[in-house]
């Protein structure tokens, strides 16, 4: 249950850090994003294809670039995450000991 949880995390830690770098780095292709993450291509070419999908990205002739939605997504992104660690943390047990097993 937890693994999968830990998986999918692991999964959009990749596709913000992918996110990231066509934000700084526009237009990027995949090989430089590839050998500058240490990702296998792959795995990037999935990543972007997942923000190409959620419309972060475009791709151009350069490579991948922005949209006009991706400034907004930035911009919610914290407060998003924040919910998602409050969610997170209600849900910690703190005294294993009143659990009788």
């Given at each position: ?32 994003m ?6 296998p ?13 959620e ?9 991948a670039?922005?949209?006009?939605e991706t400034?907004?997504?930035v ?25 009788e097993?």
């Open positions: 249950m937890i693994d999968r949880l830990e998986k999918e995390v692991d999964m959009l830690e990749r596709h913000l850090q992918v996110l990231k770098m066509v934000i700084g780095n526009e237009p990027i292709g995949i090989v430089k590839s050998n500058e993450t240490g990702y291509h792959h795995k990037v070419r999935y990543s972007l294809r997942v923000l190409e999908e419309n972060l990205i475009e791709p151009s002739s350069q490579g670039i922005t949209t006009e400034e907004t997504f911009n919610d992104l914290e407060g998003k995450l924040e919910g998602i660690v409050s969610k997170l943390d209600a849900m910690k047990i703190d005294d294993f000991a009143e659990i097993t």
